[in-house]
């Protein structure tokens, strides 16, 4: 099972390696900013999935904490000149200590609940969250200017932003970092057991529920810290984060439960169709229908494989 | 209750109702139309629920009704009442298309789908705006009924009894108990021969349908849609938590939550303006945690034990 899972991730990556080729001749500002967009995809959809494989919620209110990052680092930048690479400190701190909050709060209270229950009541979290920056910041869109976001490159006669490979590194930190952290670290090991099997875990002397509190407060302190890099290239307005969670859980459903690396090769198929439908003149309106179009793909998908199994 | 007694109830209040424009002004008459629609979706997506399936997709169906009912109108210029009933229709064939897609996979894969189709279908609108008007949306030449507040109003009713009906003869019907086993025990349904998948379906259809139809009345009342009014999230959210605060899985706890919370939701749209819906996050949240059943579910609960 292994093996045949591994088989089918490297033929998505050759396909789309000889796929980003092809791009990369015809419409070179298509891979690249398509690169830039899927990194940051991969980065938010990167804590949610960790939730998800590990506390089993899908948490609807994800996209929510990474906008009330961005407007932390944008209100730390403002009144105290912080620039938002910085702010990613204060913002994961502040964040971590929000994740705690919420999970004693409410997350605690339905973990045994059905499914519906944690789907509505993270709703409602998303509600609360997207409303309160509604009354407190209104619904104006914010941006900070910084200079050094519009720093470009040259090859030949194709220039292109370069600021935004922050986003790919971030990325691949961030993979690197939670891939090293559940494998070889304690913590994370207890992780990833309490996630395959929490009896199990229980069993052999894990304290499950610390470790999902800590896991939930992770991945809010994560995604925080994201809203702060977040907020350096696009404008934060209360309902910027809606489309993410359903981008991140988009990419997520793609790659399979628990499948981080996955993840990332998804978000490049995402990222860059988004970026190939945005150049299309005329069309570009469309783009923000491709996750749907994908989700649904894959869902189609998934139950035609579990009719035949 | 004696069914009799019951009865004489049912009949006080629809006659209550039904005379309501007669000694109410016009102020109260359009606070209890509104009320009215809430409380119709509120039901229709209470009804799916039962079967233990979570549908987001309120707003986009209400606004692909709304949406349909006028382009049917102005385009095939049909009667409007008409025209709402179409638009039910269409809501109810979209409805049918992303279930028989998708309710394969059920749960999370399904709600976070509905979830996603209120801004799938703005998407749409506003990339087709020969046919939709765009982003300005469309505006008819005059509200149903010239705008006379009376006949409004018994639409409205109309549209909120049929959800009614709709929700009692489903708590009696086979499919009711098809579902309520579907939502207890899946596997268990399965063996006992109910096709899980066709049931599913079909409540989804006709759930979607009474939203589209709420979102037709709406449309036709109001005497125009657009992108952002018709898929409002106002849609989505107030249903939602009107049916979670009055109580999951009857009829009744959904029609008690839209009453309470629509005329709550009057003084707060007056008190703040920007960010109200914050308090029916609030509901929704503590209704989950403290009370999962409801107010009607649990104040059975408490008789019972008694």
């Given at each position: 099972m292994k093996e045949l899972f591994k088989q089918r991730i490297w033929q998505w990556v050759l396909a789309s390696l000889i796929l980003a080729v092809a791009l990369a001749c015809w419409k070179p500002y298509v891979l690249v900013e398509g690169i830039q967009r899927s990194s940051l995809y991969a980065m938010i959809a990167l804590p949610m999935a960790l939730v998800l494989g590990i506390v089993g919620i899908v948490n609807l209110a994800h996209g929510e904490f990474m906008m009330l990052g961005a407007y932390l680092a944008y209100w730390l930048n403002v009144h105290f000149g912080m620039d938002p690479f910085a702010a990613m400190f204060p913002a994961f701190i502040a964040f971590a200590v929000i994740g705690v909050i919420s999970y004693l709060t409410t997350i605690k209270y339905v973990l045994g609940a059905p499914e519906l229950n944690q789907l509505l009541l993270t709703f409602g979290l998303a509600m609360i969250l997207q409303q309160l920056a509604n009354l407190v910041w209104t619904s104006q869109p914010l941006k900070v200017h910084l200079g050094y976001v519009s720093a470009s490159a040259a090859i030949g006669s194709f220039s292109f932003g370069t600021f935004e490979f922050v986003y790919v590194a971030a990325a691949a930190i961030l993979l690197g970092g939670l891939l090293l952290f559940l494998k070889h670290t304690r913590l994370g090991q207890a992780a990833l057991a309490v996630g395959q099997n929490p009896r199990g875990a229980k069993l052999v002397g894990i304290n499950v529920d610390q470790t999902y509190l800590i896991i939930f407060s992770l991945s809010i302190a994560l995604v925080g810290a994201i809203g702060a890099i977040f907020m350096t290239r696009h404008s934060i307005f209360p309902l910027v984060g809606g489309a993410y969670t359903l981008k991140s859980f988009c990419l997520i459903a793609m790659a399979g439960m628990g499948n981080l690396a996955g993840i990332a090769v998804f978000s490049l198929i995402l990222g860059v169709s988004e970026s190939l439908v945005l150049s299309l003149r005329g069309y570009a309106g469309w783009a923000d229908i491709i996750f749907f179009a994908l989700i649904t793909g894959v869902i189609i998908v998934k139950s035609h494989q579990r009719q035949i199994r | 209750m004696k069914t009799r007694n019951r009865w004489i109830l049912y009949a006080f209040v629809t006659a209550l109702l039904v005379t309501l424009p007669y000694y109410t002004g016009t102020y109260l008459l359009s606070v209890a139309g509104t009320i009215l629609i809430y409380l119709a979706l509120a039901l229709s997506w209470d009804m799916l629920l039962r079967s233990g399936?979570?549908?987001?997709?309120?707003?986009?169906?209400?606004?692909?009704?709304?949406?349909?009912?006028?382009?049917?109108?102005?385009?095939?210029?049909?009667?409007?009442?008409?025209?709402?009933?179409?638009?039910?229709?269409?809501?109810?064939?979209?409805?049918?298309?992303?279930?028989?897609?998708?309710?394969?996979?059920?749960?999370?894969?399904?709600?976070?789908?509905?979830?996603?189709?209120?801004?799938?279908?703005?998407?749409?609108?506003?990339?087709?705006?020969?046919?939709?008007?765009?982003?300005?949306?469309?505006?008819?030449?005059?509200?149903?009924?010239?705008?006379?507040?009376?006949?409004?109003?018994?639409?409205?009713?109309?549209?909120?009894?049929?959800?009614?009906?709709?929700?009692?003869?489903?708590?009696?019907?086979?499919?009711?108990?098809?579902?309520?086993?579907?939502?207890?025990?899946?596997?268990?349904?399965?063996?006992?021969?109910?096709?899980?998948?066709?049931?599913?379906?079909?409540?989804?259809?006709?759930?979607?349908?009474?939203?589209?139809?709420?979102?037709?009345?709406?449309?036709?009342?109001?005497?125009?849609?657009?992108?952002?009014g018709s898929f409002s999230l106002d849609f989505a959210l107030l249903p939602m938590a009107m049916a979670l605060f009055g109580g999951m899985h009857t009829t009744w706890g959904p029609v008690l939550g839209a009453v309470l919370l629509g005329i709550a939701a009057e003084f707060l749209k007056l008190q703040i303006p920007y960010g109200h819906l914050l308090v029916y996050g609030v509901i929704i949240v503590i209704a989950i945690i403290l009370f999962p059943k409801g107010i009607v579910g649990t104040i059975s609960q408490k008789l019972q034990a008694r």
């Amino acid at each position: 099972m292994k093996e045949l899972f591994k088989q089918r991730i490297w033929q998505w990556v050759l396909a789309s390696l000889i796929l980003a080729v092809a791009l990369a001749c015809w419409k070179p500002y298509v891979l690249v900013e398509g690169i830039q967009r899927s990194s940051l995809y991969a980065m938010i959809a990167l804590p949610m999935a960790l939730v998800l494989g590990i506390v089993g919620i899908v948490n609807l209110a994800h996209g929510e904490f990474m906008m009330l990052g961005a407007y932390l680092a944008y209100w730390l930048n403002v009144h105290f000149g912080m620039d938002p690479f910085a702010a990613m400190f204060p913002a994961f701190i502040a964040f971590a200590v929000i994740g705690v909050i919420s999970y004693l709060t409410t997350i605690k209270y339905v973990l045994g609940a059905p499914e519906l229950n944690q789907l509505l009541l993270t709703f409602g979290l998303a509600m609360i969250l997207q409303q309160l920056a509604n009354l407190v910041w209104t619904s104006q869109p914010l941006k900070v200017h910084l200079g050094y976001v519009s720093a470009s490159a040259a090859i030949g006669s194709f220039s292109f932003g370069t600021f935004e490979f922050v986003y790919v590194a971030a990325a691949a930190i961030l993979l690197g970092g939670l891939l090293l952290f559940l494998k070889h670290t304690r913590l994370g090991q207890a992780a990833l057991a309490v996630g395959q099997n929490p009896r199990g875990a229980k069993l052999v002397g894990i304290n499950v529920d610390q470790t999902y509190l800590i896991i939930f407060s992770l991945s809010i302190a994560l995604v925080g810290a994201i809203g702060a890099i977040f907020m350096t290239r696009h404008s934060i307005f209360p309902l910027v984060g809606g489309a993410y969670t359903l981008k991140s859980f988009c990419l997520i459903a793609m790659a399979g439960m628990g499948n981080l690396a996955g993840i990332a090769v998804f978000s490049l198929i995402l990222g860059v169709s988004e970026s190939l439908v945005l150049s299309l003149r005329g069309y570009a309106g469309w783009a923000d229908i491709i996750f749907f179009a994908l989700i649904t793909g894959v869902i189609i998908v998934k139950s035609h494989q579990r009719q035949i199994r | 209750m004696k069914t009799r007694n019951r009865w004489i109830l049912y009949a006080f209040v629809t006659a209550l109702l039904v005379t309501l424009p007669y000694y109410t002004g016009t102020y109260l008459l359009s606070v209890a139309g509104t009320i009215l629609i809430y409380l119709a979706l509120a039901l229709s997506w209470d009804m799916l629920l039962r079967s233990g399936q979570l549908s987001f997709g309120i707003a986009g169906f209400f606004g692909i009704g709304g949406y349909a009912a006028v382009l049917i109108f102005t385009n095939a210029g049909l009667n409007p009442l008409i025209s709402i009933l179409a638009g039910g229709a269409v809501a109810g064939v979209f409805a049918l298309i992303i279930g028989t897609a998708v309710l394969q996979l059920r749960g999370m894969y399904f709600a976070i789908v509905t979830l996603a189709l209120a801004e799938i279908f703005r998407v749409i609108i506003r990339n087709l705006p020969d046919l939709t008007g765009g982003p300005e949306g469309l505006v008819l030449p005059a509200a149903i009924f010239s705008g006379d507040s009376t006949s409004t109003f018994w639409l409205i009713l109309a549209v909120a009894v049929t959800a009614l009906i709709a929700s009692e003869i489903f708590q009696k019907s086979r499919v009711f108990f098809a579902l309520t086993s579907i939502r207890n025990d899946e596997v268990l349904a399965r063996s006992s021969g109910i096709n899980v998948f066709k049931y599913l379906v079909i409540v989804f259809a006709v759930t979607s349908a009474i939203q589209g139809i709420a979102g037709g009345a709406y449309a036709h009342v109001h005497g125009f849609v657009s992108p952002e009014g018709s898929f409002s999230l106002d849609f989505a959210l107030l249903p939602m938590a009107m049916a979670l605060f009055g109580g999951m899985h009857t009829t009744w706890g959904p029609v008690l939550g839209a009453v309470l919370l629509g005329i709550a939701a009057e003084f707060l749209k007056l008190q703040i303006p920007y960010g109200h819906l914050l308090v029916y996050g609030v509901i929704i949240v503590i209704a989950i945690i403290l009370f999962p059943k409801g107010i009607v579910g649990t104040i059975s609960q408490k008789l019972q034990a008694r």
